[in-house]
């Protein structure tokens, strides 16, 4: 079984400051993890992905996340905001290894971005 | 690639009624998912097929919901009889095994049921 909370349903930063979404996770077997985004009305986007290589994955629009397995956390950082950031933000895990896996989705934190 | 295409964006039906949504994956994809997304439950995974094959409908909420994949092409998610709690954003996501790509997703169907 697997699953992934996402500390705070909403995080508020000012345009140019640390973003950092929180995300952790529960899995029986070594996980794949991913960070996606939704811009409204839109479908959810890609950021980035941990797929038992480096642990710090550098994605999309500036963000990196960073795997720490002794803290079953895989945390979404960009060192300075943008306007264009605000958006929901969802972390996601599977099962990693050789048999596919389901994604099992957090329920999402909204970014909003004060200029 | 013109990405995961799913029609309509929006559809508003009157309760009882039979709606269907549909979907075309990204070509050469084997695996294709439906999910509902509402504010109360967040994203639901409600079904996934590999090579046109059911493999997990265990998120279907009830019978009144049904999925198809007939062809690697299009696949279509039937809900009959329409309930206002239906209503949500019904998205449509598409993959390739590669030791974890991660999904592609539509834009999503706006389902209003009243």
């Known amino acids: 079984a697997q699953s992934v909370t996402q500390l705070g349903s909403h995080v508020s930063v000012s345009e140019g400051a640390l973003v950092l979404l929180r995300c952790n996770y529960s899995?029986?077997?070594?996980?794949?993890l991913f960070w996606y985004v939704q811009y409204p009305n839109q479908g959810l986007q890609l950021l980035l992905k941990?797929?038992?290589?480096?642990?710090l994955v550098k994605g999309i629009n500036g963000f990196e996340a960073e795997f720490k397995k002794s803290e079953t956390s895989f945390h979404l950082t960009k060192p300075s905001a943008h306007m264009s950031d605000a958006a929901e933000y969802f972390c996601?895990?599977?099962?990693?290894?050789?048999?596919?896996?389901?994604?099992?989705f957090g329920q999402g934190t909204i970014l909003t971005v004060h200029p | 690639d013109a990405g995961v295409i799913q029609s309509p964006r929006h559809e508003v039906t009157e309760m009882g009624q039979e709606v269907t949504l549909r979907c075309k994956p990204i070509s050469g994809h084997d695996y294709l998912f439906w999910y509902r997304q509402t504010m109360m439950r967040g994203l639901e995974l409600l079904i996934y097929f590999n090579n046109n094959v059911p493999i997990d409908d265990s998120g279907m909420p009830e019978d009144r919901f049904s999925a198809k994949m007939p062809n690697a092409s299009f696949s279509t998610l039937k809900i009959q009889p329409s309930e206002p709690r239906d209503s949500a954003v019904y998205f449509c996501?598409?993959?390739?095994?590669?030791?974890?790509?991660?999904?592609?997703f539509g834009s999503g169907t706006r389902l209003t049921v009243v």
């Open positions: 899995s029986s077997v070594p996980p794949y």
């Open positions: 996601a895990v599977s099962p990693g290894g050789t048999s596919y896996g389901k994604l099992t």
């Open positions: 941990y797929t038992s290589a480096a642990t």
């Open positions: 996501a598409s993959s390739l095994w590669d030791e974890g790509r991660g999904y592609t």
